[in-house]
């Protein structure tokens, strides 16, 4: 049983269409966040999400719009998809603030 | 502001050689938390450790081992007897609480690349 998975593992699209990533675990983890990982393999966090609630925005542009409809799920929403958003996507999840995350594989997002 | 810094971008060693990687952050805190990722070519992000502020014992897991020096703010991860399944990118990481989660705030990573 994957702990953290995200789909799609990868995700080709053009510009200006809007696409949708989901994540879920089953850690029974009260925390969940996205971060992202550029093409030099710089990790930022862009969410966190505790009980359903945002805590950290990390000044992302509001193109991308997190939802978590229950504790056990975070889909991140990008409208509007521009060159710049390909990225590696990490969805992670953890206990509480002061414990590990752990990661989800990863979706590998193109936009051409 | 935090800040972690793995001045190493790649190493190459030969297989069964031992390999240490380099971690020195900055943080105001003084409870804090640091922690290892491994990153392999497969591409996912495995943990590998955490480690809080005021915890300064070294520790071993198998080939694995972390010394921790506040003096120095150094977090740094020895590889002994190196094989070529430990190529891959290794991420140090410190955490920052907020509210009830924690933003990792991640170095550059060091490319370590095991030869046979």
């Known amino acids: 049983d994957t702990a953290v998975s995200q789909t799609p593992k990868y995700l080709v699209t053009q510009m200006g269409n809007d696409k949708s990533i989901k994540c879920e675990q089953n850690?029974?983890?009260?925390?969940m966040y996205w971060y992202k990982q550029d093409s030099k393999k710089f990790l930022k966090i862009m969410f966190s999400?505790?009980?359903?609630?945002?805590?950290i925005n990390e000044t992302v542009p509001n193109r991308f719009s997190p939802k978590s409809p229950d504790k056990a799920h975070l889909n991140l929403h990008i409208n509007s998809l521009e060159l710049g958003d390909s990225a590696v996507y990490f969805c992670?999840?953890?206990?509480?603030?002061?414990?590990?995350?752990?990661f989800g594989q990863g979706t590998r997002l193109t936009v051409v | 502001a935090q800040k972690v810094t793995q001045a190493q971008t790649e190493i190459s060693v030969v297989e069964k050689e031992d390999v240490t990687l380099d971690c020195v952050y900055e943080?105001?805190?003084?409870?804090?938390?640091l922690f290892w990722y491994k990153q392999p070519p497969s591409g996912e992000l495995v943990f590998l450790i955490r480690?809080?502020?005021?915890?300064?014992q070294n520790e071993i897991s198998g080939r694995y081992s972390w010394n921790f020096q506040k003096s120095t703010s150094s977090f740094n991860f020895t590889i002994t007897a190196s094989q070529v399944v430990d190529s891959a990118v290794y991420f140090c990481?410190?955490?920052?609480?907020?509210?009830?989660?924690?933003?990792?705030?991640f170095g550059t990573g060091t490319l370590l690349a095991v030869q046979p």
């Open positions: 992670a999840s953890s206990q509480d603030e002061n414990t590990e995350a752990f």
């Open positions: 850690l029974g983890h009260d925390t």
């Open positions: 999400y505790n009980n359903k609630e945002l805590i």
């Open positions: 943080t105001r805190d003084t409870t804090y938390y």
């Open positions: 480690r809080n502020s005021f915890d300064e």
């Open positions: 990481a410190l955490s920052e609480a907020r509210g009830a989660t924690n933003k990792l705030i």
